[in-house]
């Protein structure tokens, strides 16, 4: 009688186990989607910030030493024309880092969809940076070079990311969906070029200063450009925190 009544209290007791592994089964994987979904949700934030702020960092070494210029206003135009260009530029060239990451990997359907992306808006960027700088007054032979540069930056990247890349490197990348984050990077340093040309008509300034340096030739401080900068990151460092 004790023997069969052991015998019955450890096959419920592994009937338990059993039933207790299966709930974990159910419940982990569903858990780890989400964990996932809201990592990816992370992300988007995180590239788009930092593509804004790596333009606005570039924007302003560059404004420093157009400013020190005699003439405030010549340094004020060349200034926005470099910084049009160089913004355009690294737009470009994290659009080639995106297409070489997808080139890389098997997925046939994400490079197809990188590539005509990539095209669709080649085209009418090139036209508004030719646009823009011949309305700027600049010399057709310097808009040559300055087109050349803009045309040459996302191929020249995209092959030397696809050349450069490891097998190990290629699913490290795949992990962290390295294309996706590339492309955003791309279209934060793209929304502060716009932003660029914006904020002086909301200021009230006519639209001939320079957008962030401000008037009379005079760019921002560093105590005001590190306050940008915080102003930036504080909201997504916090965000990152709260989540994990």
Sequence with gaps: MGYHTGHHAQGQAEVSVSEQKVAEGAVGPSSEHVHNHEQLHAYIGVSLVLGFVFMLLVDQIGSSHMHSSDDPEAA????????????????????GVAL??????SQTSVQLIVFVAIMLHKAPAAFG?????????LER??????LLVFALAAPV??????????QSSKEALSDVNATG???????????????VHVLPEVGGTGGHSHAV????????SKVEVLALVLGCLIPLVLSVGHQH
């Design 76 to 95: 004020r135009a060349a200034s926005s024309k470099i910084t049009t260009t160089l913004g355009l530029v690294v737009h470009a060239a994290a659009d």
């Design 100 to 105: 070489g990451a997808a080139a890389s990997t």
């Design 129 to 137: 940076l030719v646009s823009f700088l011949m309305h700027a007054g």
């Design 141 to 146: 032979n310097r808009i040559r070079k300055h």
């Design 157 to 166: 990247l995209a092959m030397l990311t696809y050349l450069g890349l490891s």
């Design 181 to 195: 984050v590339a492309m955003l990077f791309s279209a934060g340093t793209f929304l502060y070029v716009a932003t």
């Design 213 to 220: 340096g401000g008037g009379g030739g005079k760019g921002l």
